[in-house]
């Protein structure tokens, strides 16, 4: 590892500790990432947007304390966070095995079950992040509400606008969520990791799994796990078996699925085209 100074002398100011090393970190959709080694024999994540998106990291970092507090899914330790940057505890990483996703779906299970305010927001602030476009957790009464208002309809009219979604698919999917409240049920608000992918999980050393990346809120816990689904978590079978002997799913939650994944697959379709739009067309016929 060589010594950046730019980078190692802004993470010293923030950690009132010396950096020994910076490495660039590979990967990511945003930020630059930086492995740090400190002079105290830690090892941290630096993560940077120049510019900075307002308060990204500051959300990003009220989210990782957020799940933290519910002594469930483990998350980076926060060190230090700042309007351009956020740095975390390193996790060292190791190859994904069945006892540690077992692990895993149990403690999923406990930060769910944990709970949240309300449907949205966790805190006084309403805005959030997921990826680069802003996320509305303004409160609603019902899941259906809110599945429809701050999930869908936002990043529907982006994909559409932008011409990223044929009009007709853009139909489909808005006829699909107008059953939301007959195909969801309602449950008390989960506490969410909010952009649970395979790649947001970590298969840390010693066998603990670590989330990063939240786009944490309040709101139903089957969107997590259908997250996870639809980009193919490691041993998910596993994790999800383990989960549902910690706090059952309601009755059906496999044919709902591919519903809570119209919004992600939203999300990427106005993030990186493709198709995603038309994919989540597809899935929203099911629900017709």
Request: proline content about 7%; some cysteine; glycine content about 10%.
């Amino acid at each position: 590892m060589a010594r950046q100074p730019v980078i190692a002398e802004r993470a010293e100011h923030l950690l009132g500790t010396a950096v020994i090393a910076t490495s660039p970190i590979a990967g990511g959709d945003i930020a630059t990432a930086v492995k740090l080694r400190l002079s105290s024999g830690r090892t941290a994540l630096l993560k940077t947007l120049t510019p900075p998106l307002p308060h990204l990291f500051e959300r990003e970092a009220a989210g990782l304390r957020w799940l933290a507090d519910a002594d469930g899914v483990a998350v980076p330790e926060v060190l230090a966070v700042a309007e351009d940057c956020l740095v975390v505890d390193w996790v060292e990483t190791i190859r994904p095995n069945a006892e540690a996703a077992a692990g895993f779906g149990r403690a999923l299970a406990r930060t769910h079950a944990a709970g949240a305010p309300g449907l949205g927001a966790f805190d006084d602030h309403h805005d959030g992040y997921i990826g680069r476009l802003p996320l509305n957790n303004e409160p609603a009464a019902t899941w259906a509400e809110f599945y429809v208002a701050r999930r869908i309809t936002p990043y529907l009219r982006v994909a559409r606008d932008k011409g990223l979604l044929a009009p007709a698919d853009a139909g489909v999917i808005e006829r699909a969520v107008e059953r939301t409240a007959d195909v969801v049920p309602e449950e008390a608000p989960a506490r969410l990791h909010g952009d649970l992918w395979n790649g947001n999980v970590l298969w840390g050393a010693g066998g603990r799994l670590f989330v990063i990346d939240p786009a944490a809120y309040g709101g139903h816990r089957e969107m997590d796990l259908a997250m996870l689904a639809l980009f193919g978590l490691p041993q998910l079978p596993v994790a999800l078996d383990a989960y549902q002997e910690v706090t059952p799913l309601a009755e059906g939650w496999e044919e709902r699925v591919g519903f809570h994944q119209l919004f992600p697959l939203l999300v990427h379709a106005c993030l990186f085209g493709g198709q995603y739009g038309a994919r989540a067309a597809t899935l929203a016929t099911r629900y017709l």
